[in-house]
């Protein structure tokens, strides 16, 4: 071995991640001045290896603010600050990675159909904030971004959509060096965040690759970033880009946001995310919980002598007879109609000439059966005899009786009104993908399909069916085709979550007068909870039909509408935050 070599292989040895190169009590030699801290917004992180006194650490660490999320990492000895606080304190189950940034290999693909850069407005600032809502994290707070855009500490990068200058995905980067003279030279990456409604593939990766970029061209020696330890898309990704496990460990607080992670599996764990987004509201108001079906979504919220079983937003204050009314397209139809409310022209199907008739007249159809939910079932914007024939079928699959019901075109409004007052309302947008000129159709479908299901637990896929197949042949495709790069294809006419549909907040932009006629709705069927499914040519305007009304509407992806909360309120009102408390 030269003598290069063996420079190298020290090198290599004095980076290893054994014990000895991990002790992060600090030399005789070193001086690192004050603890130190960084205000990221959402919390504080603290340098544990800059705190002497574990006492002092454990005691910073529960000065916490309300409502913030501090974390304390590169501690040498977590064991022993968690010792001075044992009740308020937890080891937080997140792995450690670092990326030695002199090893790191460039990408020379470029993003398709979106762009990375640096936050530069007050605007940004608050879609930051919204996609970070929308994930379930602690928001650092609009103003607190943009008071930030110039620190030499906190540098945000954003992921901007090339089509409508949206932005789809976020990423923190902190400068060790900047922060307190680190005399690792390091940085580290914090909250990323990226829409789980992005059409586009890489946005992750490409957001990590800027942060890595920037201080790799900073002459940082590494960056280091905490991930739970169950995420194992993102653990994967990680690994892709050379990041390495460290054992450097974290400590948080034990608060309301934090508590999945140290209460261990409980038995509302199997519920599904609109169930879940409930169960969790009535956690944080100290509200008992009896599972009765995780699986089919069944719950019993307690409080003193009060006891309301739960269906997700289901309720037993929504009577039999309320329920039966919108389980019915039907009958809704009447209801409505009879209270004034504009609907489309139906008729239920008697007989394969009969319907002919009817699509002949009309031009286009929807064809669903009576009774469903979920989508399932439905044919939209039919056209000719032998598709509508198909959409019967399908249909009947699902339940004997089966309405055809005039197209109408437009946006697909969702209104949820709780206790006669408008909650939130969304824009519902069907499944579509994005050609890279290299896939197949299939294969965009199926790879959309599994970011949709792990941005939703599970609950948002595109069905590889008949339908999916019709819609793709009348945009003039085959399933095995490439779809050319950047070109979008709608891929089911319908827009349910369900079904690979997308959901965007418009509640903000609500037409009082479409407000007003979802309020009416609810009060002709009677119900305390629904959905009200509109088409509408703008959320703006006042021009609606509604198309049906539903009985258990997901309280989930209404981010950041207060859903649940007014959900809570509606069974528990003695629960209920005062405006004087707020």
């Keep these: 071995m030269n003598t290069k070599d063996r420079i190298h292989h020290r090198l290599e040895r004095s980076r290893a991640p054994s014990v000895k190169n991990w002790d992060r009590r600090p030399r005789a030699d070193q001086e690192l001045g004050e603890s130190a801290t960084v205000d990221c917004g959402w919390g504080r992180l603290l340098f544990g290896q800059t705190f002497t006194d574990p006492m002092v650490l454990a005691a910073a660490l529960q000065d916490e603010r309300p409502g913030k999320r501090d974390v304390a990492l590169y501690l040498s000895d977590p064991h022993v600050v968690l010792s001075y606080a044992p009740q308020d304190l937890f080891l937080d189950p997140s792995h450690t990675f670092r990326l030695w940034l002199e090893r790191y290999q460039s990408c020379q693909r470029r993003p398709k159909g979106f762009q990375i850069r640096l936050l530069n407005s007050r605007a940004d600032a608050e879609a930051i904030q919204r996609l970070y809502i929308a994930r379930g994290m602690v928001p650092p707070g609009a103003d607190f971004i943009w008071d930030h855009r110039t620190s030499k500490v906190l540098t945000y990068w954003v992921a901007e959509d ?13 400068d ?28 992750g990766e490409a957001l990590v690759r800027q942060v890595i970029e920037y201080f790799l061209a900073r002459g940082r020696s590494f960056l280091d970033l905490s991930v739970i330890h169950d995420n194992a898309n993102a653990i994967r990704l990680y690994q892709k880009l050379g990041f390495e496990r460290i054992p450097a460990f974290a400590l948080k607080n034990k608060n309301a946001f934090n508590e999945p992670l140290f209460m261990g599996r409980q038995p509302e764990g199997d519920l599904n995310p609109y169930a879940s987004i409930i169960v969790n509201e009535a956690r944080r108001r100290g509200i008992g919980i009896e599972v009765i079906d995780a699986s089919a979504g069944y719950f019993a919220l307690v409080l003193g002598g009060r006891r309301i079983v739960c269906r997700e937003s289901l309720s037993e204050l929504t009577s ?32 394969l000439d009969q319907a002919e008739a009817f699509l002949s007249r009309l031009g286009s159809l929807v064809v669903k059966p009576a009774r469903g939910e979920q989508g399932a079932g439905i044919s939209v914007d039919v056209r000719d005899a032998e598709t509508l024939e198909r959409a019967i079928a399908a249909a009947k699959g699902v339940c004997e009786t089966v309405i055809l019901e005039e197209y109408v075109e437009g946006d697909d409004l969702r209104i949820v009104v709780i206790d006669s007052q408008v909650v939130a309302a969304a824009i519902r947008r069907p499944a579509q993908i994005v050609g890279t000129g290299q896939h197949s159709i299939r294969d965009l479908i199926q790879a959309q399909s599994r970011r949709r299901r792990a941005a939703t637990g599970g609950e948002s896929a595109i069905p590889m069916d008949s339908e999916t197949e019709r819609c793709v042949t009348q945009a003039g495709y085959d399933l095995d085709d490439l779809l050319p790069e950047g070109e979008f294809l709608q891929v089911r006419k319908t827009a349910n979550l369900h079904t690979g549909g997308t959901i965007h907040d418009v509640t903000a932009d609500l037409h009082p007068r479409l407000a007003e006629a979802a309020i009416a709705a609810a009060r002709a069927i009677d119900i305390p909870v629904t959905g009200l499914d509109m088409i509408v040519p703008s959320v703006g305007g006042t021009d609606y039909v509604i198309i049906e009304a539903n009985e258990r509407p997901g309280l989930a992806n209404h981010e950041p509408q207060p859903t649940a909360e007014r959900f809570v309120d509606l069974l528990f009102p003695q629960t209920a935050a005062r405006e004087d408390d707020t």
């Design 176 to 203: 060790h060096a900047a922060a307190f003279d680190d005399p690792e030279n390091g940085a580290s990456l914090w909250a990323l965040s990226v829409d789980g409604q992005a059409p586009y593939p890489g946005i």
């Design 162 to 174: 090339d089509q409508d200058g949206s932005l789809l995905g976020v990423v923190t980067g902190v």
């Design 320 to 351: 039999a007879v309320a329920m039966s009314r919108c389980d019915d397209k039907a009958v809704t139809h009447r209801l409505l109609r009879h209270a004034g409310l504009r609907v489309p022209e139906q008729a239920r199907f008697e007989a």
